[in-house]
């Protein structure tokens, strides 16, 4: 049998899409035949294994990417197992010329990235990474003394700067054509992951969502023709679709963070009408959001399980009376307070939930509860197909107060208050709590608000009780 011809191998992790990827890209005009790789760990190292609702979108998506791969000619193999093992056996098997992978920026990603590829240049295969996740590189942002910036505004205007200097467009490649001769795809190989929970819960969440590159570059241009214009002053009413919900699409790589924000530069440069300039504005600013978050777990790689302001990890900083209970019925959406509770329902029902409502649900968790938002995290991490380390810690520890730059403690979320302004008519309450009886409300509302703030009190004394 003759030698198989050596492949270029591109390691697909949270970049599912073929426009703007840099390291398929570089694999495509290698002059090698190419071969797609993904490899799930079920129990990584760093102790971050994939959520449910996030695990079912990764399986639609990686579906996705198998036939979008199949009809450029390139077929995906799917691994199982220890990252790097898995690899190791990989590469013994299949000639590998050279390995290319977009880096992810997560601390335990980055420590397998760069076991995988020691490993892959102890066996002579030559390996080239690439950043792709954020607009810039973590490591490349810093104020001028050198350390991490804290706060978002002025993090926001260096990148800013930075990016008008140098731009983003080298980062973009257009869609690879299609093959001649193009491959069935076997849904079998995805399959192999056992992505998928054995109760089928997760089929509610296809009502909802359609993961897929070309489902994102759909939903993105409807975004721009339908809503962007508006976005800034509609992005906070959860009964209208006001945002893009392109979260998910966005942590998996179906579309490029700087795709996105090339494209709405260049619809700034264009629009005239300062309404519509401000909802671009604003829109990119969340995009800052995204980069902030990123650069926030880059030099502060603890932080999802530590917050941020060490006096929050102190005994007193945290109710410890019937969380159990608590937790629970926020969990389940029957607190009798109903903005959470429709907030916790929608998270439920469709594994996504409103950025203002998010908001007022983890407010409520951690300041009238007095639960730890860790707790909330965690349920966060397994009910949201967006699911990210670095946006769900950044969101819980802003909202909780702990972290950075945080929202000052004592401004704590009124749900009754934001429920009037955001949602005048109730249309969002009534669209996931029904008509039905709501359970009396778990606790008073300014009687919690008030023992939050003795016990912020006590915190910053540095007194525990
Ligand atoms: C407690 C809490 C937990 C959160 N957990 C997550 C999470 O796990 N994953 C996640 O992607 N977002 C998280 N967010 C941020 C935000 O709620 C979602 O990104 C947003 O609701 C997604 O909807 P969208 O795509 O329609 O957003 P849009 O309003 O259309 O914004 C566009 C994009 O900007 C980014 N973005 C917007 N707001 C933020 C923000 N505050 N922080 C970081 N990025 C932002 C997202 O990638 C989003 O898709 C959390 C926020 C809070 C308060």
């Given at each position: 049998m003759p030698a198989e011809r050596p492949f270029a191998l591109v390691w697909f992790r949270r970049d599912l899409r073929l426009q703007d990827n840099p390291a398929l890209h570089a694999a495509l005009v290698s002059g090698h035949p190419v071969l797609a790789l993904y490899i799930h760990d079920p129990r990584p190292a760093d102790g971050w294994a994939l959520g449910g609702a996030n695990r079912w979108y990764l399986h639609q998506s990686l579906l996705a990417l198998q036939q979008d791969l199949a009809e450029i000619g390139v077929p995906l193999a799917c691994l199982k197992g220890d990252a790097e093992g898995e690899m190791k056996g990989f590469l013994t098997r299949r000639a590998v010329a050279k390995l290319y992978c977009n880096r992810v920026v997560e601390p335990g990603q980055g420590e397998v990235e760069a076991d995988l590829c020691a490993l892959a240049e102890r066996g002579r295969i030559e390996v080239e990474t690439f950043?792709?996740?954020?607009?810039?590189?973590?490591?490349?942002?810093?104020?001028?003394?050198?350390?991490?910036?804290?706060?978002?505004?002025?993090?926001?205007?260096?990148?800013?700067?930075?990016?008008?200097?140098?731009g983003v467009e080298q980062r973009l490649f257009p869609r690879p054509r299609p093959a001649a001769d193009p491959l069935p795809a076997d849904p079998l190989e995805v399959e192999k992951l056992g992505l998928l929970d054995a109760h089928p819960w997760h089929r509610k969440l296809q009502a909802y969502w359609s993961p897929g590159e070309s489902s994102a570059l759909k939903a993105f241009s409807r975004f721009l023709q339908e809503r962007i214009d508006g976005y800034d002053d509609w992005r906070d009413f959860p009964a209208r679709q006001g945002t893009s919900r392109l979260s998910a699409a966005l942590h998996f790589g179906e579309l490029s963070a700087a795709r996105l924000y090339a494209v709405c530069q260049g619809r700034l440069a264009h629009k005239a009408d300062e309404g519509a300039r401000a909802g671009i504005r604003r829109f990119l600013a969340e995009i800052g959001w995204r980069e902030f978050s990123r650069h926030l777990l880059h030099a502060y790689p603890r932080s999802p399980a530590i917050s941020l302001n060490g006096r929050f990890e102190r005994p007193g900083a945290w109710a410890q009376d019937h969380n159990d209970r608590r937790l629970r019925a926020w969990q389940r959406?029957?607190?009798?307070?109903?903005?959470?509770?429709?907030?916790?329902?929608?998270?439920?029902?469709?594994?996504?939930?409103?950025?203002r409502v998010r908001m007022v649900a983890a407010s409520f968790l951690t300041k009238n509860l007095g639960i730890h938002w860790r707790q909330g995290a965690a349920w966060f991490w397994d009910t949201l197909v967006d699911a990210d380390l670095a946006s769900n810690t950044l969101g819980w520890q802003w909202v909780a107060g702990c972290g950075t730059d945080a929202a000052p403690y004592y401004r704590i979320f009124n749900p009754q208050l934001q429920a009037r302004k955001f949602d005048p008519a109730g249309e969002y309450i009534r669209r996931w709590l029904g008509d039905g009886i709501e359970p009396a409300p778990l606790v008073d509302l300014g009687a919690s608000r008030d023992r939050a703030l003795q016990r912020y009190q006590a915190v910053i004394r540095g007194a525990s009780g």
């Open positions: 950043h792709d996740d954020s607009l810039l590189p973590p490591e490349r942002v810093a104020k001028k003394d050198g350390t991490p910036y804290k706060v978002f505004t002025p993090f926001w205007r260096h990148v800013s700067d930075l990016l008008q200097r140098n959406g029957e607190t009798g307070i109903p903005l959470v509770d429709a907030g916790m329902r929608e998270l439920w029902e469709s594994g996504w939930m409103h950025n």
